[in-house]
């Protein structure tokens, strides 16, 4: 699989990050992301070629993916089940 790399800019102090606070913005790209790839998708089906229906339909199962690897990180930190 290839790796995808998730936009992350820190500004500020960044001594006190911890796995949380790191978990949460992935989860907050992740997020972004899936968003994203949802409205490709949607502008891919009104007006798009089969191609990039496809590309989109893609792009949105790895947002997806990605979306559920950051929740279960999140979850994992935090003690959920």
Known sequence: ?????LPLTITGP??????LDLAE???AAAFDRRTEA??????AYSNGT???I???TEAVA???R???DATAAVRRIRGDQ
Not at 1 to 5: C, D, G, L
Not at 14 to 19: E, G, K, L, V
Not at 38 to 43: A, F, K, T, Y
């Open 1 to 5: 699989m290839t790796p995808i790399v």
């Open 14 to 19: 960044t001594h006190d990050i911890n796995a």
């Open 25 to 27: 913005l992935f989860y």
């Open 38 to 43: 949802e409205r490709r998708l949607v502008r």
């Open 50 to 52: 089969p191609e990039e």
């Open 54 to 56: 496809a590309d989109a």
């Open 62 to 64: 790895i947002a997806r």
């Open 66 to 68: 990605l979306l559920a």
